[in-house]
């Protein structure tokens, strides 16, 4: 059945792509357009208003339509990967304004905020977003511009309460941004909590099978701050392919049962290892110790994530000992995926990483629980 007044709910939107098909053929799949450019017609118009791929492609628009319904937003943009997606969205902003952004997030992103985007002119602070009062006190009225958050934030999956981070940055004057790739959709939907833009490296859940590069931003509104990301895009041809994007759309329709399954999965986990002797902590906000277990609960409807991590009892050594001795985990970077991965994050990121050296972080997939959990009894034995 749909919800009240007709409208369907979201894991039917997605499953079926908003019944988005092929209109020439009835094909229940929407089609690809490879073209990279369009005919005009004899006094040159365009007949549907396209000239040439790079500004946009024809096969952008299902996965951008479901996205943006499954969001709650007027407008989604896809683009070639996460990071495009994200720097996009600074360049966006003009030299002198100000941003915050968390402590905690994803490296990539925050090497790139405190290496090019200050040298580009953005003045950028870290602060511990978990702490509004920190937050409150490091804006800077009438220049921040934007609040940019990450909820679960990796690799410690702390949490952010979205609903108060938009109040403080809305009463200063700036947007706030959430990077929600760990809670998609199907957990948390943050604009109906404040937020006014929401990335996705679609890499990761939004596809969920490990084999697509893409990133997407969805927005509240449609206005001039969104019309110059999407200047950003296409003058700087930061889309992705227009397989890319039909294999995204395909990986969509399955979201709802991927992350359904990865969120129990990962919650038997993070319940079985919590007070494993072997380890120092398990960190995940679906657990009532963790600090973040109310907030989470708050504003994550049918789970807390599929990403955990675990503090091995003892040094790097002992770490890496741990993830060497795996068999059915993959020692692998991403996460997202219909696999469950496992890496030593410290390694991974080098030595300016703010990532405990003991700290081993979980991308839980949707094999079954038990053999999961078997094997990293097995692992955890050698220590």
Same mark, same amino acid.
């Given at each position: 059945m749909a919800e009240k007044g007709g409208?369907?709910?979201?894991?039917?939107?997605?499953?079926?792509?908003?019944?988005? *098909?092929?209109?020439?053929?009835?094909?229940?799949?929407?089609?690809?357009?490879?073209?990279?450019?369009?005919?005009r017609t004899a006094d040159y118009g365009l007949p549907d208003g396209r000239s040439y791929a790079r500004p946009a492609n024809p096969t952008f628009e299902p996965p951008e339509a479901v996205l943006a319904a499954l969001e709650g937003g007027a407008a989604a943009m896809l683009f070639a990967s996460g990071m495009a997606a994200a720097t996009a969205l600074f360049q966006a902003l003009a030299p002198g304004d100000h941003v915050l952004a968390p402590k905690v997030m994803y490296w990539g992103l925050r090497d790139w905020l405190l290496g090019f985007a200050r040298s580009w002119g953005l003045a950028v602070d870290l602060v511990d977003m978990t702490d509004l009062a920190a937050l409150k006190a490091a804006l800077r009225p009438g220049r921040t511009r934007l609040v940019w958050i990450e909820t679960p934030a990796n690799p410690t999956w702390c949490v952010t309460d979205?609903?108060?981070?938009?109040? @403080?940055?809305h009463a200063a004057g700036a947007r706030l941004v959430v990077d929600s790739t760990v809670a998609t959709p199907v957990l948390t939907r943050p604009i109906e909590h404040g937020a006014d833009i929401v990335m996705h490296s679609a890499t990761k859940y939004l596809n969920g099978h490990s084999?697509?590069?893409?990133?997407?931003?969805?927005? $509240?509104? @449609?206005?001039?701050?969104?019309?110059?990301?999407?200047?950003?895009?296409?003058?700087?041809?930061?889309?992705?392919?227009?397989?890319?994007?039909?294999l995204l759309l395909r990986g969509m329709r399955t979201l709802f049962l991927r992350v359904r399954e990865s969120a129990a999965n990962a919650q038997a986990i993070a319940e079985h290892f919590q007070d494993h002797p072997k380890l120092r902590a398990v960190l995940y906000p679906g657990l009532p110790r963790d600090p973040g277990h109310a907030i989470a609960r708050r504003q994550m409807t049918g789970g807390f994530g599929g990403m955990l991590s675990i503090r091995v009892a003892g040094d790097a050594d002992a770490a890496l000992a741990v993830a060497a001795r795996v068999r059915v985990w993959t020692r692998a970077t991403s996460l997202g995926g219909v696999e469950s991965l496992i890496e030593h994050r410290a390694t991974i990121e080098g030595p300016d990483s703010p990532a405990p050296p003991d700290l081993l972080?979980?991308?839980? *997939? @949707?094999?079954? $629980? $038990?053999?999961? @959990?078997?094997?990293?009894?097995?692992?955890? *034995?050698?220590l």
């Open positions: 409208k369907l709910r979201p894991a039917t939107q997605a499953a079926r792509a908003l019944g988005l *098909g092929d209109v020439a053929t009835g094909g229940v799949v929407p089609p690809v357009q490879p073209a990279t450019t369009f005919a979205i609903a108060g981070a938009a109040a @403080i940055a084999d697509v590069l893409a990133g997407a931003l969805v927005t $509240r509104h @449609i206005d001039a701050f969104w019309e110059r990301i999407a200047a950003v895009r296409a003058a700087a041809g930061a889309l992705p392919g227009p397989f890319e994007a039909w972080r979980l991308s839980v *997939g @949707i094999e079954d $629980r $038990r053999d999961l @959990i078997e094997d990293l009894e097995q692992a955890l *034995g050698a």
